[in-house]
């Protein structure tokens, strides 16, 4: 079982930034951590991948360049920086888990059915 609890959502104008912070409890070894979005009348986008004992980081093309994923261990905590902010990033901001066999793989970041552990979410608004 994993436990997530997503903070630091809010109102940003456009050009400016956010972090958003994903504290993880319960089950914190060997899973993929996954930051979606939903905005209104949008389906769910994956944007931003890790996997909790190293390795690359995913970016969606949408993202890439501006957005930041990590995970501070000593925390359990996994962070969102977003700069460049765009109405477009507008939407409501969730991270999600999956524990996997060690390094063996995550999901990509169209497969949000592939995660069974999620926040709550947290809304990120950005006015221009």
């Known amino acids: 079982q994993v436990q997530l609890v997503e903070s630091g959502g809010g109102s940003v104008q456009a050009g400016g930034s956010l972090r958003l912070a994903c504290a993880v409890s319960?089950?914190?070894?060997?899973?993929?951590l996954t930051w979606f979005r939903q905005g209104p009348g949008k389906e769910r986008e994956g944007v931003a991948s890790?996997?909790?004992?190293?390795?690359?980081?995913y970016y969606a093309d949408s993202v890439k360049g501006r957005f930041t994923v990590s995970l501070d261990n000593s925390e359990n905590t996994s962070y969102l920086r977003m700069n460049a902010l765009k109405s477009a990033d507008s939407a409501m901001y969730y991270c999600?888990?999956?524990?996997?066999?060690?390094?063996?793989?995550?999901?990509?970041?169209?497969?949000?059915?592939?995660?069974?552990?999620w926040g709550q979410g947290t809304q990120v608004t950005v006015s221009t």
């Open positions: 999600a888990a999956v524990t996997v066999e060690l390094f063996r793989g995550c999901p990509d970041l169209d497969q949000p059915n592939d995660y069974p552990y």
């Open positions: 319960g089950n914190t070894y060997s899973y993929c």
């Open positions: 890790l996997y909790s004992e190293g390795g690359t980081q």
